[in-house]
């Protein structure tokens, strides 16, 4: 294969590129795609599902020479016009942008000549998408451990989430997540990939090692959803002082019920729409609910499942569904408090505060300073 031509961004730069956000054009075919890309990046291939799939099998027949001249004949004509003009429309609205393929080969090449044809330059990046992706795989086991992490526990409803969200400095592993942490979790929108979640999340180390200062994360279990937290950050979490947050029940029924019902039947209608959506949220309620069927007994189960079924039809008729509130409380003092202090009780030498929202964010507020 012939030297590279045009300009390359290396290992080096890719910290900079990263920091700052920079448009990527991701050339892989979109099966490639959705497994996992680097935050921020356009999905423009160079060759559709069907196309690498093609060229795949002839490299495996007849080589690589065959396979390349396949590729050429299949992306050729109207169907070649086509991806430039894509290209070089994202290329004008993106500036700054580079572009990558799997492995900075060929279609990173290909890409870039047909591009410079049209007048159009725009830099390819060494080593592809493994290079950026084991990049990024060491940002997450360099940073994790040496992170000055401040973590904050509390019970089921206190609103450690929120409480984070008012921190200068914290990172928040269940938006990266796109879940709450719980049977209740899942929200209308689908979790990212694992892959995507770990990129994500080490584009937001790295952002975060740029400062000094403690960080403050909330006490997640190393699987948030169907995700799990990278090794290396789950047991830097597990040496890091903890920081309770406290709340009385009323207060802790109140923000469930307005995160999980309110805001839950909100977050499905906007996505589903009005009838599906509620039907969808009805779904999830009952679907979480079940997950925890065998720890709460049948006989509970079947109590809570009926209040929560008479919640959801006066919701139907247009009411606030208020009876929510009774098998959220249930499930806070009789499920979620007994785990909680369990859970503890293994902690509770790496506690050095509790304190309800005002005192825990005047503490933390001066560890979290440079």
């Known amino acids: 294969m012939s030297p590279p031509q045009g300009t390359w961004l290396g290992p080096d730069a890719f910290d900079a590129l990263l920091l700052e956000g920079r448009p990527l ?7 490639e795609f959705i497994k996992g890309a680097i935050p921020g990046a356009t999905n423009h291939p160079l060759m559709n599902d069907d196309e690498r799939a093609r060229v795949g099998r002839c490299y495996k027949q007849e080589g690589h020479d065959a396979a390349v001249r396949l590729g050429h004949r299949l992306v050729s004509g109207d169907t070649r016009e086509a991806r430039i003009e894509a290209w070089a429309t994202w290329a004008k609205a993106h500036p700054t942008g580079a572009l990558y393929c ?16 049209a007048g159009v330059e725009v830099p390819g990046i060494t080593g592809g998408y493994k290079a950026l992706r084991q990049h990024l795989l060491n940002i997450i086991d360099r940073e994790s451990p040496r992170l000055p992490w ?3 526990g509390g019970r089921t409803g206190v609103g450690k989430t929120r409480f984070l969200e ?4 914290a990172l928040d592993l269940e ?13 209308a929108t689908p979790q990212p990939t694992p892959i995507n979640f770990e990129n994500a999340l080490a584009v937001a180390l790295l952002r975060l090692a740029q400062a000094p200062g403690g960080i403050a994360i909330e006490d997640e279990s190393r699987a948030i959803g169907r995700l799990s937290v990278p090794d290396p950050l789950s047991e830097a979490m597990k040496a890091a002082p903890l920081y309770l947050l406290e709340a009385n029940l009323e207060a802790r029924v109140d923000l469930t019920f307005e995160e999980y019902i309110t805001d839950g039947l909100a977050d499905h209608l906007a996505t589903y729409g009005e009838d599906a959506g509620f039907e969808a949220f009805a779904t999830y309620l009952r679907g979480a609910l079940g997950k925890i069927e065998r720890r709460l007994g ?9 209040i929560l079924d008479e919640a959801l039809e006066d919701q139907a008729r247009g009411g606030e569904g208020h009876q929510h509130r ?4 249930t499930l806070l003092t009789d499920y979620y408090d007994p ?8 902690k509770q030498d790496r506690v050095v505060f509790s304190g309800t929202w005002d005192a825990l964010r005047e503490v933390l507020l001066r560890e979290l300073e440079p």
Do not use: N
């Not at 938006?175 to 929200?187: D, T």
């Not at 049948?298 to 009926?306: D, N, P, V």
């Not at 009774?326 to 409380?329: C, K, M, P, S, Y």
């Not at 785990?339 to 293994?346: R, S």
């Open 150 to 152: 401040r973590v904050v």
């Open 339 to 346: 785990m909680y202090d369990y859970q503890l009780e293994k």
């Open 298 to 306: 049948g006989a509970r189960y079947q109590t809570l499942l009926a």
């Open 175 to 187: 938006g990266l997540a796109v879940h709450r942490g719980s049977a209740f979790g899942p929200k």
């Open 326 to 329: 009774v098998w959220i409380e």
């Open 102 to 117: 799997f492995r900075g080969g060929q279609r990173s090449q290909i890409t870039q000549g047909w591009l410079a044809e």
């Open 25 to 31: 054009l991701d050339l892989r075919a979109p099966v």
């Open 166 to 169: 008012t921190l200068p400095r």
